[in-house]
Structures are given as structure tokens and as C-alpha cells.
């Protein structure tokens, strides 16, 4: 599928902009992209940095980074998809981080 990578991993096991924010940022849910697995925060958090990421590269579709979430959203289209093609692991951030 278009706008989809399955064989590129997640970027890490948090949002990458917050880890690397000074001082560091905070999450509450993880998105990674479906096209370069970049991980970011959600746009329940303060920096929003997964939608940021969808608007700067064009990429559109993300998975939820979260356990027991296998959801993909569609910035484009403003879709949700249930379930979508498998994805190189971690599937999730670590159960232990939250």
C-alpha cells in the first residue's frame, strides 16, 4: 500500500522530538509512522509531534505505538482503519514505560 512501509522499524520506544527536546517533553500515547517509523507523541499531548511529522513529510498514515492497539490513522483523509498490514516489531512501546 501506498504510504506504507512494513518492513521499516520504529525509530525507538518514545517520542523521538520529546526525547530530544531540552529539557525533555512527555506523552501520553505513542503514534509511529507507517511509512519511516518514526515514533511521536500524540495529539492529546502537548507537542503533538506525530501529527507535526505527518504535516512536515507527507507522510500520511500512522499506527498506534500503544499495546493491544493495532488502529492506523490516515492524516490525509482524516480516516481510522481498524487494522492495516503487519509492521516490522516492537509492535508496541515497552508495557513497562507506561
Given at each position: ?64 505505538f500503544e499495546p493491544g492497539e493495532e488502529w492506523f490513522w490516515d492524516y490525509t483523509d482524516e480516516l481510522l482503519y481498524e487494522q492495516g498490514p503487519a ?12
Amino acid at each position: 500500500m501506498e504510504g506504507i512501509d512494513p518492513g521499516v522499524p520504529p525509530s525507538g520506544t518514545g517520542c523521538a522530538d520529546c526525547a530530544a527536546a531540552e529539557p525533555p517533553g512527555w506523552w501520553f500515547h505513542l503514534r509511529r509512522c507507517a511509512q519511516c517509523g518514526r515514533v511521536g507523541c500524540c495529539d492529546s499531548s502537548p507537542n503533538q509531534h506525530a501529527s507535526a511529522h505527518a504535516a512536515a513529510t507527507g507522510h500520511r498514515f500512522a499506527r498506534s505505538f500503544e499495546p493491544g492497539e493495532e488502529w492506523f490513522w490516515d492524516y490525509t483523509d482524516e480516516l481510522l482503519y481498524e487494522q492495516g498490514p503487519a509492521l516490522a516489531p516492537p509492535d508496541h512501546r515497552p508495557v513497562d514505560q507506561g
